[in-house]
């Protein structure tokens, strides 16, 4: 099984091949690919073989196959449906990015922010960036008709593992969470957990 | 030199130790750290070599040394001040967000928020969570005044590159960015980029 360092490392390798001009370069070394997505080119071909990729040696990798690989590796090359547990400043601040960079990629592939959840009576029925916001007392339902497999946490911390419990039930496996609490996860359940003051103390270094 | 992605670990494993009871537990091993941190113990032994710490062979490191050199190298065992430019959505959830994890901080040292700045009229002179919003064109004296030596940017993609450029020209050297911009870095000066996108396309994987 891939570790999960491996999986967070392949969408700054798609980054880079989604900025080249396939045309112009056809074909891109490990170091290039190194220095552009800031890993070792050793480190590289290491994730890369785990998926069975491996580029030729002493020439690299073709740029639109590669491109290609990743998206399919990562499920990109379908439409990811999206939704949002907690409508306040951070989640409608996510919400518009999440739509405006849905907009750059092409239609029926990528990511797709789809519904926002709030229990806020002011917030239900809203848009915000043409996301409709639901109560979630409807939840379970809007999840699984729309097909929403990855959840974006952006609830108060005492609301958070009320929340997460309620949409593995529904059935989603994949979650951002930005609440600062340790989530109870069940086997099969992936949380990333995102903390802007992990950022921020490892930028203490260089301050 | 210490590379980046060494440095980024850092803030991983001081988060384990922050959240162990060193009474309890003296010594801890690489292998429960790695466990704790979602790291290699192997991976951390190199790291942590870098700084000329290392562990007694097959026991561990002491909880209580390993979490004062690890503040220390992250300068966190001083305060460190932080600025914010763009107090939109996102920089209002992060100030508060900011505010709340420093309380639980000892006086004297980490991660403090002490200003914000803004263009816009109706928040210059407002204040979030205490933090008071400046007019960015009083951000140099303000910066130089509070001695503030990070930024996070969370202006729109347009500001990004002057707002940057007017912190660096006010002497500051590490930033955490939010803005969808590849912004052109002077030598010397470290920029984070983050991005829920990067993070997404991750868990599509477990989608
Ligand atoms: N990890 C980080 O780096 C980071 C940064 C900033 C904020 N945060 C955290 O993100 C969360 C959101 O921050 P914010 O500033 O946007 O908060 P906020 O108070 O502005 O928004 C919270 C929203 O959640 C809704 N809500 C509350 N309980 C709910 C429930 N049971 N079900 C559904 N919705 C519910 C509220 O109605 C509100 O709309 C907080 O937990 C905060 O601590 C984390
Ligand atoms: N990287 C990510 O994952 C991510 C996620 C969400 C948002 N974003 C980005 O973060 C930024 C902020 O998002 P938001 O939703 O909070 O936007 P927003 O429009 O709510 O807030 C922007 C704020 O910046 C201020 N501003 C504009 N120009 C300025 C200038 N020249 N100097 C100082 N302040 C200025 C505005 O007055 C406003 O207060 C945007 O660039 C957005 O694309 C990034």
Redesign the interface.
């Known amino acids: 099984r891939v570790p999960?360092?491996v999986?967070?490392r392949?969408?700054?390798y798609?980054?880079v091949l989604d900025e080249i001009d396939t045309d112009l370069s056809p074909i891109i070394s490990s170091q290039e690919l190194g220095e552009r997505s800031?890993?070792t080119s050793g480190q590289i071909r290491k994730d890369l073989s785990f998926f069975g990729v491996f580029g030729k040696q002493g020439v690299g990798y073709s740029t639109v196959t590669l491109r290609a690989e990743l998206r399919r590796?990562?499920?990109?090359h379908q439409e990811?449906y999206?939704g949002l547990v907690g409508v306040?400043?951070?989640g409608?601040?996510?919400i518009?990015?999440?739509v405006?960079?849905s907009k750059k990629a092409l239609p029926n592939e990528g990511?797709r922010m789809v519904a926002a959840f709030d229990r806020d009576e002011r917030k239900i029925g809203q848009q915000v960036a043409g996301v409709p916001i639901y109560s979630v007392q409807h939840l379970p339902g809007i999840i699984e008709k729309l097909r929403i497999?990855?959840i974006?946490l952006t609830v108060p911390a005492t609301a958070a593992q009320a929340m997460f419990d309620r949409c593995v039930e529904s059935g989603v496996?994949?979650?951002?969470n930005f609440a600062?609490v340790k989530l109870a996860i069940p086997e099969g359940i992936?949380v990333?957990h995102?903390d802007?003051?992990?950022?921020?103390?490892?930028?203490?270094?260089?301050?």
Chains 1, 2 share one sequence.
Do not use: C, M, W
């Open positions: 999960d360092v999986i967070r392949l969408p700054l798609l980054r800031g890993v590796i990562l499920s990109l990811i999206v306040g400043n951070l409608q601040a996510f518009r990015y999440g405006s960079q990511l497999s990855i974006i496996k994949a979650f951002l600062p992936r990333h995102a802007v003051t992990l950022e921020l103390e490892s930028l203490a270094y260089y301050s």
